[in-house]
């Protein structure tokens, strides 16, 4: 897949099937809407185009927005690629969010990326003019010859799929549900780093995790099963993954924290970029009356992975 930057100067060979949006998770209903533009886009002798973001355009249009996001930038490219795009037209410039519908279509669709055909998903609005809708951009399209069509929800079990909707699902600790509608298991990343040492104590020790992108949405607290990718190792290991504030050693109102114990694992990794799978929510975190009490707990979560 191509990627370029809207600052970036592109010679269009051919036409292009384009679809717009964020895609945050590209999740099983972006994935849908993805199959009906390569579809389209085949029927029609076209290449396929996503035109996206490179942070939501809420932190564009308010500095203070800090999303709460379920795919980093690069995770998004990642999983855009994979679904077969041909190429990947990402949006920086605040110049761009200033720009009606209209204008849009006819300078940077029809005219840059010499778009045919345009997929608008559902209920979805671009340009500075929101308030304008599909038959808006229909007529539009007639103007610029650009070829509009709609593709509906997409949903399962009656339930519509959307980012907002998985998010809602994550901040409960539905793992199993999320996977599910992202087609995929949702995926932490960062770097591992120095802790207070507690879990070596214990006999479990702990890698800390800090985030590579702190918009990255971190679940509900609590301990989960997870599968774990380390830097410069090919092998996946099972974890035991504890999200929150340690309240059986910390105080009320302490930080939240990200670790996790690898399962026979005893490498020094320190600095390593980490990759951590979530599975299976196991339990609520609890505070423990006793140190050896939290460690006969943690032997038992280890045999629930």
Do not use: W
Not at 100 to 114: Q, T
């Amino acid at each position: 897949m191509q990627v370029i930057e809207d600052s970036e100067r592109f010679d269009s060979d051919g036409g292009y099937a384009a679809v717009i949006g964020f895609f945050d998770g590209v999740h099983i209903g972006h994935k849908s809407l993805l199959d009906n533009l390569k579809s389209a886009a085949a029927a029609r002798g076209l290449k396929t185009v996503v035109v996206t973001f490179a942070v939501h355009p809420r932190e564009v249009l308010k500095a203070s927005y800090v999303p709460k996001l379920l795919t980093t930038k690069d995770e998004r490219i990642m999983r855009l690629e994979k679904e077969g795009i041909d190429l990947c037209y990402i949006i920086k410039s605040k110049e761009t969010f200033d720009m009606s519908s209209s204008y849009f279509m006819h300078h940077v669709l029809a005219e840059k990326l010499n778009v045919k055909y345009l997929l608008i998903g559902y209920d979805h609005h671009f340009g500075k003019d929101r308030e304008n809708g599909f038959d808006y951009y229909k007529s539009c399209g007639t103007k610029y010859g650009i070829e509009v069509e709609a593709c509906g929800v997409y949903s399962v079990c009656k339930k519509q799929v959307s980012s907002s909707m998985i998010r809602k699902e994550l901040e409960a600790g539905k793992v199993d549900s999320v996977s599910r509608y992202l087609g995929y298991n949702y995926t932490i990343e960062g770097t591992i780093v120095h802790g207070r040492s507690i879990g070596k104590t214990l006999g479990f020790p702990t890698a800390n995790v800090a985030l590579s992108d702190v918009r990255k949405l971190i679940p509900m607290e609590g301990v989960y099963s997870v599968k774990v990718n380390i830097e410069g190792d090919r092998k996946s290991y099972k974890g035991v993954l504890n999200i929150g504030v340690r309240p059986t050693f910390i105080a009320l109102g302490a930080s939240k924290t990200i670790e996790v114990h690898i399962l026979d694992f005893e490498k020094d990794i320190y600095q390593k970029k980490i990759r951590i799978e979530l599975i299976k929510y196991l339990r609520a975190e609890e505070r423990f009356e006793s140190p050896q009490m939290l460690a006969k707990q943690i032997k038992t979560d280890t045999l629930s992975v």
